[in-house]
């Protein structure tokens, strides 16, 4: 007997090859073909189209399947044992990779033959599929987990996104504002002594307080802005300020205009000091640090939003069910992909407004969202309109995702929810996410959904009982 031969000891020990008559442990023995694996070497990669069963008389294989770029480790074959009937039984491509982590003897079968004993021998057929069945459940388990994973990245790198913006100008502002306020105290302190009266004192006073107002209001629109600090910037370089170019800006936020400048520097125009514009700087300077903490207080409140948004989107806090508003929910998952949506996505609402609260697992509702709209960005590209519609529909709560992307292709529309089903690349999707949509659409809330679909409008409707 040659190590690299099958043969029927090694047959022998591996079910369901162990349910085979003695004449048919032979006819295999001498239909297959040997090969030997060094450490590293792929027998087979996700993918592939592939028609042969493996038979592992020795060694040790790694199982991987990629996941966003990565090959993630799912599991071991080690021999004696079998592999590869999946694919030959569904006709699919490989789901997974199979590389050797040590020296391996392997003998192939071809996929017609290993057909042929299954249609021949019922003992046979009956173990082979029941260990498909649990291979499939233990890559079904690991591809959830990699879904749901998957998903929590998403969210989280888009709110990560979301959140670095108003912190950094949260940041930017305070840190900004400790050199500001020391350069006020510094001039309230020379202004001090120059012995100014109350009354000159208060018109001071009067001026800023009313250029805060006008910034906390927002002021005039930009062109406004822009066309007045060309004017103050002229009246600044002739009146001699330093850096008049820092000034005119904050000055024209705050809406003062020439004339104002005119009455309040009039005493100090001839004065050769730096008195003659630490007016004007107290002014700007003032004006600068209330758009400090406008600034500051919009990051801060977008943060607080973003925050309420994620503890909403997850029920945080609440039972398992709840009553849930639709429209919440939806607007809770935008406000996730809002990194993703700014990238040319025009979204568009029609919400209707009487639909009542329905009870539901919150939570999970949000993940038909969230990969409703995941789907409709992702087949968009970076350009289309996404149209969120709630409406009554017979009773139910009718929940609409429309896009603009090219529509599913007629072949492949009845095979949408199958689990691992899916038209992107390898690694990029593990085919779980629409089966995990209609799962817990119709088991867990009792519901339908339904798609429509056409080049340039695609519609999926999720319809949820009300009562």
Not at 287 to 301: C, L, V
Not at 385 to 392: A, F, K, M, S
Request: proline residues 4%.
């Amino acid at each position: 007997m040659s190590a690299s031969t099958l043969c029927l000891e090694h047959l022998k020990a591996i079910e369901p090859f162990n349910h085979l008559p003695q004449e048919r442990l032979e006819w295999v023995c001498d239909r297959a073909t040997s090969l030997q694996l060094s450490k590293g070497d792929y027998l087979v990669k996700e993918g592939d189209l592939t028609t042969t069963i493996y038979v592992i008389a020795s060694g040790r294989l790694g199982i991987t399947r990629q996941s966003e770029g990565i090959a993630m480790p799912i599991g071991q074959h080690e021999g004696p044992g079998y592999i590869g009937e999946i694919p030959v039984l569904t006709d699919e491509p490989a789901p997974v990779t199979l590389q050797a982590m040590s020296a391996c003897q392997v003998h192939s079968i071809a996929g017609a033959d290993f057909l042929t004993l299954l249609h021949e021998c019922r003992d046979f057929e009956r173990v082979v599929f029941r260990l498909m069945q649990q291979r499939v459940r233990g890559l079904e388990s690991f591809l959830r987990g990699r879904e749901k994973m998957a998903a929590l990245g998403t969210l989280s790198a888009g709110l990560a996104h979301e959140l670095n913006n108003p912190a950094a100008a949260l940041v930017r502002s305070l840190s900004e504002m400790v050199p500001a306020i020391r350069e006020l105290e510094k001039m309230n302190m020379l202004y001090g002594q120059t012995n100014a009266t109350e009354a000159e004192s208060a018109e001071w006073q009067r001026v800023r307080d009313a250029g805060y107002e006008t910034i906390l209001k927002c002021g005039a629109n930009a062109v406004t802005v822009s066309d007045r600090e060309e004017e103050l910037l002229d009246w600044l370089e002739d009146y001699g300020a330093t850096e008049a170019w820092k000034l005119a800006e904050p000055l024209a936020q705050a809406g003062i205009d020439i004339p104002t400048l005119e009455r309040l520097m009039a005493p100090w125009r001839d004065n050769p000091t730096q008195l003659h514009d630490m007016g004007i700087r107290w002014l700007a300077l003032s004006f600068e640090m209330m758009s400090m903490i406008q600034s500051g207080q919009h990051g801060a409140e977008r943060i607080a939003t973003l925050v309420k948004s994620m503890k909403s989107y997850s029920y945080m806090d609440q039972g398992a069910q709840q009553m849930v508003d639709l429209h919440q929910g939806l607007e809770d998952t935008l406000r996730l992909f809002a990194f993703k949506l700014k990238q040319g996505i025009k979204v568009e609402r029609d919400y209707d407004a009487t639909l009542p609260k329905l009870m539901a697992h919150g939570s999970e509702l949000n993940q038909v969202w969230t990969n409703l709209i995941d789907n409709a960005i992702d087949a968009m590209g970076e350009k289309g309109t996404l149209t969120l519609r709630t409406c009554h529909f017979q009773g139910d709560a009718r929940v609409e995702i429309i896009d603009t992307g090219p529509g599913i292709p007629p072949e492949i529309k009845s095979r949408i929810y199958e689990p691992f089903f899916t038209t992107k690349g390898v690694g990029k999707g593990s085919g779980l996410g629409l089966e995990t949509v209609l799962r817990i659409v119709e088991n867990r809330h009792h519901g339908t959904i339904s798609v429509e679909t056409a080049p340039g409008h695609t519609c999926f409707a999720v319809c949820l009982p009300l009562e």
